[in-house]
């Protein structure tokens, strides 16, 4: 079948490669990624992964976390999640590129001349499991990507094996990370669309993602020690120049996948009214580079929709709410594919102070995360924003709930990111979805796809089981 996932296909890097070439040769074995160059494996599961998790963080990632609403086609807004629409459907495009950077991997430790690749791959592998693991929970994982080798019906691993145990995202971080300070060789690393090479790059990334990862489980296991020794070091992204990110164009095949569609499912997405209250209630311009004053507004004002309309009783007027901003359509060259940035590290960092699992200024950490923020999306930070409603300990709010609601806006079109801080703080407060699917429930985690029950059974149906009949209202592990 076309959509099986533990079927190694790679007919993309032969489309890559281009018609010049000897296709009949290339051809011959189909079944054989190795012949795949790492820096075409390379280029193509961080293009691949940063576009596809852009795309899904714009019309499935921001209705989860309210940051816009969908007019239309909008099941999933009514938290049907099993019901893909216009996106929504993470898992192939997470075990697509595990897959894909598995190759990568085994090539980078069994060979000499790639093993300049062995840390970035470890560190892209320990981001896509983190993705995966902490949408769906317990997943196929230490089996999941040998489908040459027999294993073709791999078993669910528990999401805290695939954080902590050996092969897993902590061990894959420390291990990519070392390696990529051990690495001594003259062979440069190629297909690097995220640092032109550069390994140190490599090495605040890791670092920035441990942070996040150590910081997402720490609820459940002691993290507080590995935290303070990676923010003592300070060899972790700490302004927007080290970014991990790639830069969309305006024009296609690279520019932002939403700019490439016809405009009605463009305008099928508008501010939702909980983005609405927040960023007004803040007084935050950021509200104008992400969205647009709607039509009929008769000034610079912006309007936003209740989440999860009931589209086939209600009447919406299009020209009466705020479309997303020029940036995710006509100037998509402003923007990035994100998969970690200084102000996401700030925020991390700035949480772990506060909860006094690192000892540091969490005032200081949070308001440089702020600046981060406002100057990767292009906005000036206005003088009194840190003073007013905005400000670390402003009267009514909390400070984690400040440092959450500023990763919060940030994080648009950043994959589920929103979502999944979401769940785990439960900042910013959610409003109920107008018409919902879910019994006014806000869900906790995405369920197992379809493919999944006829393709992997016995393991799913024990998977299924254990998240009460693949339910979205069975809490991850970190989350319980």
Known sequence: MKNTFYTYILLAFFMMLGCTQDFEELNTNPNAPNSVQPSLLLRQVIYNTGDELSYEGFVAGDLLSQHRTAIDFNLFDRHALKSPQLGGNPWPIFYQNLRDNEIMLQRAISEPTNAVYEGPSRIMKAYLAGGLTDLFGDVPYFEAFNGTGGIVRPPYDSQRAIYLQDQGIIDNLNRGIQALQNYDDVIALEGDILFNGNLEGWVRFGNSLKIKHLLRISEKENVAGELQAIFSEGNFISTNEQNAIFNFTNTEPNNFRLAQLRIGDFNNFVLSETMEDIMIGLEDPR?????????????????????????????????????????????????????????????????????GLITANARQLYETGVQLAFDYWGTPLPAAYLTGPAAYDAAGTEPLQQIITQKWIANTINSYEGWVEYRRTGYPQLRPVQASLNDGLIPVRMPYPAEEEALNAENYAAAAAATNGNSINAPVWWDE
């Not at 299009?318 to 006509?330: K, M």
């Open 287 to 355: 509200i104008g580079v992400l969205f647009r004053p709607f039509e009929n507004a008769t000034s610079e004002e912006y309007n936003g929709l209740i989440n999860g309309i009931d589209a086939s009783s209600t009447s919406i007027e299009l020209a009466e709410y705020s479309l997303a901003g020029t940036i995710f359509r006509e100037n998509t060259a402003l923007l990035d594919a994100n998969f970690m940035t200084a102000w996401e590290t700030y925020f991390c960092l700035a949480e772990a102070a506060e909860r």
